[in-house]
């Protein structure tokens, strides 16, 4: 860590993108969500660490680290789901492959991330607090892209994001770096 590195200690979080003609046509979707329902953008991600507080060099120092141990690996859609959570509202479900839990549970461990519940790996489409609205929201994925069911993509980057969970206009999120996984 870097010992001069005096900033404040922030909120940041880990996140595994999709390659960019799988996020075009999450973000074709997601924009006709909010459109309906309001909510915040955001680029489309699976969380692989959440919110930690950490100073920056410190945080850009574990995900590079935590990065060169992490092959590209295949993620796909299982379903379209809904929660009442703000943060997964409704999203995609992906499925819990040994690579995919692999990946978040080898980030944790560098980040020394433990989480509060198990891993479910999935790709948020719309962030809100909507209650009544979400099974609607949940069924329009589904008459938006009838083929996203099944989806495979490769993830082959990791971003760092400073992701101050308070700020529900997500104005104040920052991507702070991408690593590229290396296929060794």
């Known amino acids: 860590m870097d010992a001069t590195d005096q900033s404040p200690e922030e909120v940041y979080s880990v996140w595994a993108l999709p390659p960019e003609s799988v996020r ?5 979707i997601m924009e006709v969500l909010r459109a309906a329902h309001g909510g ?5 991600h699976a969380t692989v660490v ?12 574990m995900v590079r ?7 590209p690996y295949t993620a796909r859609v299982v379903g379209v789901a809904r929660d009442d959570f703000f943060y997964q509202c409704v999203y995609l479900l992906l499925e819990p492959t040994p690579e995919v839990v692999g990946a978040s549970d080898h980030c944790c461990a560098h ?12 790709v948020s489409l719309l962030y809100g607090d909507l209650t009544e609205e979400e099974e609607e929201a949940r069924k329009k994925v589904e008459e938006l892209d009838k083929d996203i069911c099944g989806l495979q993509f490769e993830i082959s980057e990791l971003a760092l994001y400073r992701t101050d969970t308070e700020d529900k206009s997500l104005d104040s ?12």
């Open 24 to 28: 075009d046509r999450l973000r074709r």
């Open 40 to 44: 915040p953008a955001f680029e489309p």
């Open 50 to 61: 959440g919110a930690i507080r950490l100073r920056r060099s410190q945080a850009i120092e």
């Open 65 to 71: 680290a935590a990065a060169a141990g992490v092959r």
């Open 111 to 122: 980040f020394g991330y433990e989480r509060s519940a198990p891993y479910m790996p999935h």
């Open 173 to 184: 999120w920052e991507m702070v770096e991408v690593r590229h996984l290396e296929k060794k």
